[in-house]
């Protein structure tokens, strides 16, 4: 099993920066194969970046150029920081974990950006 638990969503204005953080425990590979998903209010849930099993990142189209994707595999711990936040980018934010084939979500943590 695998347990995922994010941190750092927060009410901010447009423009602000956020860090979030996912830190995983229980039969944890690696961080590769981990990622973050979002889903706003009355749509489905989408990928915004993750850590590849070749251990690139590979990030939603949308996602890049303000968004990066980080992690330390000493402490089994994914990050986002999200910069120039925009009132779209209003979700909760999911982390992710696959491996072997089994998928693991966490509660999300909520991201809310006014103008």
């Known amino acids: 099993q695998v347990q995922l638990v994010e941190s750092g969503g927060a009410l901010v204005q447009a423009g602000a920066s956020l860090r979030l953080s996912c830190a995983a425990s229980g039969t944890v590979f690696s961080i590769n194969g981990m990622g973050w998903y979002r889903q706003a209010p009355g749509k489905q849930r989408e990928l915004v970046a993750e850590f590849t099993s070749g251990g690139s990142t590979h990030y939603a189209d949308s996602m890049k150029g303000r968004f990066t994707m980080s992690g330390d595999n000493t402490k089994n711990t994914v990050y986002l920081q999200m910069n120039s936040l925009k009132p779209e980018d209003t979700a909760l934010y999911y982390c992710?974990?696959?491996?072997?084939?089994?998928?693991?979500w966490g509660q999300g943590t909520q991201v809310i950006v006014s103008s």
């Open positions: 992710h974990a696959e491996y072997y084939g089994f998928d693991y």
